[in-house]
């Protein structure tokens, strides 16, 4: 554990300032344009660390920001999805209409005609398409891809943010030693036997 715990280096004045600076400029960048999912990121990024820690792991930035986009991506599911339940049923029932009301796209009649149950398949898919069930699902796979996006976002920028006033705060940076794979030996199974008559 000693061998692969981060080393801790002093940083310059100069650089506390500039990672300061540059922290708080993530912070108000990500909370912005991830629509506040950003809160969450160092909620995760401190679970990881001290789930490593407890299980005697080695320290990881992968996994800080691993889970800062996890914490991040289950904030805005739970915001994405209390907008979408406070969604008014009339704005729904709308969108239903204004889907039925357009001209749906016809195949062609050469098509129809020589596959007839090509035109049977598109009668059923508009039906499909006009049912109020097709676009709630619309509405519930929008809300999820956004929660990806924007947890994703919010994720990666709440970990620069973090790191960055880390250093900020302690005046210190962590430096990872390089993992270096043990050396194999060329004298047969034992180290330190040579192959030969004994």
Do not use: C
Request: avoid cysteine; proline fraction near 8%; charge should be positive.
């Amino acid at each position: 554990m000693d061998g692969t715990a981060p080393q801790l280096r002093s940083v310059s004045p100069v650089l506390r300032a500039l990672s300061a600076l540059g922290g708080i400029l993530a912070a108000v960048v990500g909370l912005i344009v991830s629509f506040g999912s950003l809160l969450a990121a160092p909620l995760g990024i401190w679970l990881v660390r001290r789930w490593r820690r407890r299980h005697e792991r080695r320290p990881s930035r992968l996994a800080a920001l691993f889970g800062g986009i996890a914490a991040s991506t289950v904030l805005a599911a739970i915001l994405w999805s209390i907008l979408f339940a406070s969604m008014p049923r009339e704005e729904i029932q709308t969108a239903v209409e204004r889907n039925r009301q357009q001209r749906p796209v016809k195949l062609p009649a050469w098509y129809t005609k020589a596959f007839p149950q090509a035109a049977r398949a598109d009668s059923a898919t508009q039906q499909m398409i006009a049912s109020p069930g097709f676009v709630k699902m619309t509405f519930v796979l929008g809300a999820a891809f956004a929660a990806l996006f924007f947890g994703a976002v919010g994720g990666a920028t709440g970990w620069g943010s973090y790191t960055l006033l880390r250093i900020a705060w302690s005046g210190q940076r962590e430096i990872y030693p390089r993992l270096v794979p043990p050396v194999r030996s060329t004298y047969g199974t034992h180290p330190g036997k040579p192959v030969g008559n004994p």
